[in-house]
């Protein structure tokens, strides 16, 4: 497996890691059977990184990672998340927390439900505007000092707010959706992550699985799946998207690799202290995105890749309007 420093002081990882969201919700019904199975599959193919959340399930997620990694915990560097606050009686709901009290007592509860006594990777999940982000941050410097994690990091957080974190405490990832279809943060927060020496996780490089290839119609999606209601999946969108995708198809059949390994190789390409972590529930899928690693990409195929689908070819926002002021800020 090829490994890749997060950060210009951080720890070594895996080149591309896993995302374990969908094993509990949001891309239709799990198989906590298979998702196990997933997860032991990635570590003997040598992924280390595990990406999961407070807020997934919600707490699901993090039980489930917790029970798969208990007896090869030393293999694994482990990412959690917090500040997006849901009631189980009503998940529908949502609300972002950065208060100094929430985080201590967020991460004590994130530790015991994956059953392990300190996290290696932090993340405030969003950053939440009611409170300075000075304060959150200081918070999760003081779980550093007393042991309980290891390194923090940010979640689409804007260049303005990781230079204001970074002075309280080294961030030492930022986590945000990137991917052919979402290039935000090549505007300006990649400069930013550079400058100050900070790793890039790109969520979602595979476009929510749309760039797979898979999806050809809404119909494709199971009934509860979340991205019927994104954007992106609606109407005309979901069509001019879809010929981006074939767009991919076109190049990757050229390249003799899949759709997904194409769209990762080229996330991949944009820079050594780039980590991706596409999602998947299944070993079949797990194994393909591992493959990508194998996939070089020339300049050319680079430029060519840029041309037929350059920053912002993608239709629609990548979420709905009422969660879209929460992103980049």
Not at 110 to 130: A, N, T, W
Request: contains cysteine; proline residues 5%; positive net charge.
């Amino acid at each position: 497996m090829k490994t890749r420093t997060l950060g210009r002081k951080g720890p070594t990882v895996s080149a591309i890691g896993l995302g374990c969201m969908g094993m509990s919700e949001f891309y239709g019904i799990g198989d906590d059977k298979e998702s196990t199975a997933t997860i032991h599959r990635a570590l003997e193919l040598g992924v280390t990184l595990l990406d999961t959340a407070d807020m997934y399930g919600p707490f699901k997620n993090e039980e489930l990672v917790g029970k798969a990694i208990k007896d090869r915990r030393e293999r694994v560097f482990l990412a959690t998340k917090f500040g997006i606050v849901r009631n189980p009686a009503n998940p529908a709901l949502r609300g972002i927390n950065g208060k100094p009290e929430y985080v201590r007592t967020s991460c004590d509860a994130s530790m015991k439900r994956l059953g392990v006594d300190v996290i290696d990777l932090y993340y405030l999940h969003r950053v939440d505007p009611e409170t300075p982000i000075e304060e959150t941050v200081g918070a999760m410097s003081e779980l550093v000092k007393k042991g309980n994690v290891r390194f923090i990091g940010l979640s689409e957080a804007s260049a303005a707010t990781l230079r204001r974190a970074h002075a309280v405490h080294p961030i030492t990832a930022l986590q945000s959706e990137y991917s052919l279809w979402t290039r935000d943060p090549e505007e300006n927060i990649l400069e930013a992550c550079r400058d100050l020496g900070i790793g890039f996780v790109a969520y979602s490089p595979l476009g929510r699985g749309f760039l797979t290839g898979e999806i050809k119609s809404i119909e494709d999606l199971a009934p509860s799946d979340f991205r019927r209601h994104s954007p992106r999946f609606q109407a005309e969108n979901f069509q001019h998207n879809l010929e981006l995708v074939k767009r991919v198809e076109k190049i990757a059949l050229e390249k003799k690799c899949t759709p997904s390994q194409l769209a990762l190789a080229w996330v991949t390409a944009q820079g050594e202290d780039i980590v991706p972590i596409p999602g998947t529930k299944r070993r079949k899928f797990l194994e393909e995105n591992v493959a990508s690693l194998n996939v070089v990409l020339s300049a050319d195929d680079l430029k060519r890749i840029n041309e037929v689908i350059p920053r912002g070819a993608a239709s629609g926002t990548r979420y709905a309007a009422s969660a879209m002021p929460s992103v980049n800020r």
